[in-house]
């Protein structure tokens, strides 16, 4: 099994400027190729820790990748590092078909190219360039022992391609290496705790199976990461046998294979031809921005309403001011009100709605901050056919809006799948019991 | 000046699951405590790895922050692998305060205690528990040689609060470290490439300098990162002065220090007293989400409408049926009836409208993908006093519509500041020129 390491360049990265996600992208695809990251670093925009962190990173190891350092300014200095490890006491080299690059970058923009992006031409003599089509930033291939270096722009539209397009064709493969495989696959849930998720797991997780399963969660996501190693055909259907356990231990919450909830919604919606229409108030938007991030999403979403305010819900919405004042703005009665007026408006087949608290302020000791109810209605159902679920999420004026967006979409998946709506949601607060949680129906698969 | 070094262990981080964004809040508090973090490193969820990480990170730092693998399944091995660093041979030991915190929590959510959050109890006998109030897993904290080592878990929402309240306290100053202190502080932009945005900084950005000014751009947001050492008083004098020094560079485009477009133009309409609207197509509710992203939104946006077909944009918005079949429902006419018809209807003072061509189908000859109209409808002016820019945005549906929201709430911005409408946007098409870009006016200062 070929081994790599990922090194990330930049100051902003170790300043908290900027999030990494060119170290999760790039392991990903190495894995594809079945070489595994063990290591990733960041370092700073510092030529000595740089150059210090190639060396170390490069020994023992079959591939270097790395991203960042390659931009015209004065501290992008990856290039320099790069020599000082590749050819200690040279000066760099231009290289001709860099600068072509460079000069037809700006003039096909109808600019003069900055005299600062005459650096981004530079490179160590022992390396070459490799093609960026999206960007000014040429990428480095080289060599230091046995290990591959390639050096990539951070920004990610100009990584990704570079990578796919130059660097997996050049990666040379041990003799031998090509029957052994690492295959990935992920199963997503909303609803349950990652606890209960995990508990129904079981053995799932033991740590000397293969496919290895492990869990995380992120902003109320859980996710099951499957890692299955052998022979191509062997890890193929052992990876599959337990991707189909993990989703029969995770019914109904889980929303299918390496897919989000977003996609798994709009692909029932394509299929049941029905047609959707949103009203929101806390959320602000979010919800429709999720439904409309899926291509396609005009063939069953005709729009919605943010109505953010009780004037803008009863004006545009039709909202019953006596139900507004007798219950308030964040209720039931008003969530299912919203989705019925957006309805009556549309002509569509469902009415999603939300009403909130977000926070930080608007929190009563009745109704604190994160009580949400949302509502679903259905075209041709009068009010009792609609249903509302009361929630208190917890955290702070985003997360609260983004768990009620991602419970909306899981109350519409458990509509057009026909789940029944007992089916619990976390932190959904029942009437007259404690709260209710998820609780684990089925016995773990083997 | 004290070095940290940053650990952050799982699985989900290597294989591309998840985005790490500890290790940057990690590195910005601890920039704020003067202490410089030269290292980060990613390690999976393997024992004997996370294991040599911890040796080789401590080795030469003063201080060591770990996050993930204190969850309660069996691929969390922290513990563990602190365990045979810190105690080889020996066995963890149960902590009886976090077996309390443990049994407490699920008594207080009416659930027993599952059977694999007893691992969570579980700490090498050479470290003592750090408290965690918003989760089951507790902190730990413990020393090799002359490193403090503090482990925290890996969602931020639990790992932030613990590492203010209970690892800043806890962390040890050599003495004389008092004196220099490192400060940071960012300005950003938008509408500027990075190009254009570094060239007007000029010397700024020379390596030699105090502050360092160091450029990043992300998602069409350029950002200047600033870092200032020295004796507290002289570091934060030639903080500041350096902070104004770019936003001279790069006015009108920069939007404030350390704070987002949306904080901007969420402030200047508070100041402002205005009230606004946002009619939304290909961007589906995302302008609308961001803007009550801010706390207090409810006091100047009055609500928006998502009008995702022609015929919404028609019942909804009054926009006129010749309009959409002259010049299609992506043009300027339109926009600029969506803006002006969504301000009739609410009584707003500003109406914002998008509509455009995401992608990835859509796209013809004439208005290929990214293509977008944006208009500002003020009330009490006509259809003259709208203004409508045409952009072509570069990317995928994702990047299309993040720019499309970036640049309507310039535009904005640019109207409550009373800057010029002839000051052009990045991508702007500009009727009968070439592409038009930003050009640079000021000279650098020094």
């Known amino acids: 099994m070929m081994h790599a390491a990922l090194l990330s360049v930049g100051d902003e990265l170790l300043l908290g400027q900027n999030v990494d996600t060119n170290a999760a992208w790039l392991a990903a695809r190495l894995a594809e190729l079945s070489i595994m990251t063990v290591e990733q670093r960041t370092v700073g925009d510092d030529r000595r820790a740089i150059a210090e962190a190639i060396r170390e990173l490069s020994s023992q190891r079959d591939v270097l990748v790395t991203t960042g350092g390659l931009g015209p300014t004065l501290d992008d200095l990856l290039r320099e590092a790069l020599g000082d490890v590749l050819t200690p006491s040279k000066e760099l080299v231009t290289d001709q078909g860099a600068l072509e690059h460079l000069e037809d970058w700006f003039a096909k923009r109808g600019r003069r190219m900055p005299m600062l992006n005459t650096r981004q031409a530079f490179r160590p003599s022992v390396m070459r360039c490799l093609p960026n089509a999206n960007g000014t930033a040429l990428g480095l291939a080289g060599r230091l022992g046995e290990c591959q270096i390639f050096s990539l722009p951070g920004p990610p539209r100009e990584m990704q391609p570079m990578f796919l397009e130059h660097v997996v064709p050049e990666i040379r493969r041990r003799p031998g290496e090509l029957e052994e495989v690492i295959l990935t696959a992920s199963v997503q849930e909303f609803g349950m705790s990652e606890s209960e998720a995990a508990q129904r797991l079981g053995p799932l997780m033991e740590r000397d199976r293969n496919p290895t399963v492990g869990t995380t969660a992120s902003d109320a996501i859980v996710t099951a990461r499957l ?13 599959d046998e337990t991707v189909d356990a993990v989703e029969r231990a995770w019914r109904p919450y889980s929303f299918g294979r390496s897919q989000s ?3 798994s919604v709009a692909k029932l919606l394509r299929q049941s031809r029905q047609k959707i229409v949103t009203a929101e108030s806390c959320t602000g938007g979010w919800l429709g921005k999720v439904i409309v991030d899926q291509p396609g999403s005009s063939g069953y979403y005709l729009g919605g309403w943010i109505t953010y305010s009780n004037q803008a819900k009863m004006e545009r919405l039709r909202v ?9 703005a964040v209720s039931a009665h008003v969530a299912k009100a919203m989705a019925q007026g957006a309805l009556d408006a549309s002509g569509a087949d469902y009415g999603l709605a939300i009403t909130g608290i977000a926070g930080p302020d608007g ?4 109704k604190p901050v994160g009580t949400v ?10 009010k009792s056919d609609s249903i509302a679920r009361h929630f208190e999420f917890p955290g702070g004026r985003m997360e609260v809006r983004d768990r009620a967006v991602k419970a909306a979409l899981q109350m519409l998946r458990f509509a057009l799948l026909d789940v029944p709506t007992t089916t619990p949601l976390l932190w959904e607060k029942i009437e007259g019991a404690r709260t209710q949680v998820a609780r684990v129906h089925a016995s773990p698969s083997p």
Chains 1, 2 share one sequence.
Not at 320 to 328: I, T, W
Request: proline residues 8%.
């Open 373 to 382: 109810h949302i509502a679903l209605a259905r075209k041709g159902g009068g």
């Open 227 to 239: 890692r299955s190693r052998g022979p191509k055909p062997i890890a193929q259907r052992q990876l």
């Open 363 to 366: 929190g009563t000791a009745e």
């Open 320 to 328: 019953p001011a006596d139900l507004v004042e007798r219950h308030g």
């Open 261 to 263: 909830l977003g996609e």
